[in-house]
C-alpha cells in the first residue's frame, strides 16, 4: 500500500539554507594559502593562514546560528528575542578576523588593516542586519511570557516527536490521520500565540491530547506492523477520529473565545464614543 504524502509542518522556520553562503566563500583563498605554505614550508605563512581560516570559519557558524535565531523569530507570532546576539558577535569577529587576515597573514600595514576590518563589519551588517531585538509578545493577560513560550515549546517538541514516529507508520489511514491531527494541533498553537491569554487551559488540553498522541505512536513504532491485527488498527483508526473532533472542539473554543473578547472590546469603546 502506498504511502501518503509527507505532512510538512507550517510553522518550520523560514530560514534561507544558502544565507551567509558568502562568508564560507572567504575559506576557498585561506584554504589554498594555507596548502601553499605547506608545499614552500613555510612555517610563519601556514600558522598565520591557519589561525585566519579557522577565524573565518567560526565567523561563518556563528552567523549561520544567528540566521536560524532570526528565522525562528520571524516565522513565529509569539516569540523571544534570540538572548545570544549571534549575528553581531559575527560582525565583530569578522572585523577582528579581517585584521588579523590583512596584518599579520598579508603584511598589510596597521591602517590599512584597521580600515578593511571596518569596511568588513560595516559591509556584513548592511547586508545581513542585525539580531532582532524587541520580543514578539502580546495579549498576555495575567499569564506571563515564560509560561506561555515553555507551553508552546514542549507542544512543538510533543509533535515533531509525533512526526518521526510517522516515518516509520506504513498504515496509509493511519498515517493520514495522524497528519490532520498534527495540522490541526499546528492551527491551535497558532491559535495560543495570536492570543495567549487562554493558555492555562489550553495547556492542560495540549498535555493530555498531543502527549497521549505521542505515546501511541510511539508503542505503534515500537511493534513490528506485521503483528498489529485489524482490530487493533480498527481502535486507532476509531481513537485519531475522536482526537479530530476534539482538536475540532479546542479550536472552535479558542477561536470563539477571541469573537468574544473582540466584542467586549467593541462594546467598550462605543460606550466611550457615547460619552
Do not use: W
Amino acid at each position: 500500500m502506498a504511502k501518503a504524502k509527507r505532512y510538512t509542518p507550517k510553522e518550520k522556520p523560514s530560514f534561507n539554507y544558502t544565507k551567509g553562503t558568502l562568508l564560507y566563500v572567504f575559506l576557498v583563498p585561506l584554504f589554498l594559502s594555507i596548502v601553499l605554505a605547506l608545499f614552500t614550508t613555510n612555517i610563519k605563512a601556514f600558522i598565520f593562514n591557519t589561525i585566519s581560516f579557522f577565524l573565518f570559519l567560526t565567523v561563518a557558524r556563528l552567523a549561520k546560528k544567528g540566521f536560524t535565531q532570526e528565522g525562528l523569530y520571524h516565522s513565529n507570532t509569539f516569540a523571544q528575542a534570540p538572548k545570544i546576539p549571534y549575528k553581531m558577535l559575527a560582525g565583530y569577529l569578522l572585523g577582528g578576523a579581517t585584521f588579523f587576515t590583512a596584518y599579520f597573514a598579508g603584511h598589510q600595514d596597521f591602517v590599512k588593516s584597521a580600515f578593511l576590518a571596518v569596511i568588513a563589519t560595516i559591509g556584513y551588517y548592511l547586508f545581513y542586519g542585525f539580531d532582532p531585538r524587541k520580543d514578539k509578545f502580546q495579549n498576555l493577560g495575567d499569564v506571563s511570557a515564560s509560561f506561555v513560550l515553555e507551553t508552546i515549546q514542549e507542544a512543538r517538541d510533543k509533535i515533531s516527536h509525533i512526526e518521526k514516529n510517522m516515518l516509520h507508520i506504513k498504515d496509509t489511514l493511519l498515517y493520514e490521520k495522524l497528519t490532520l491531527a498534527v495540522s490541526k494541533a499546528q492551527s491551535i498553537l497558532q491559535t495560543i500565540q495570536e492570543d495567549p491569554k487562554d493558555v492555562r487551559v489550553a495547556r492542560k488540553f495540549l498535555t493530555v491530547y498531543i502527549d497521549g498522541v505521542a505515546k501511541v505512536t510511539d508503542a505503534y513504532t515500537d511493534m513490528d506492523e506485521k503483528d498489529i491485527n485489524a482490530q487493533t488498527k480498527e481502535k486507532l483508526h476509531a481513537l485519531m477520529d475522536d482526537v479530530e473532533v476534539r482538536f475540532d472542539k479546542e479550536l472552535t473554543r479558542l477561536k470563539n473565545n477571541n469573537k468574544f473578547d473582540l466584542d467586549v472590546h467593541i462594546d467598550v469603546l462605543k460606550e466611550q464614543i457615547k460619552h
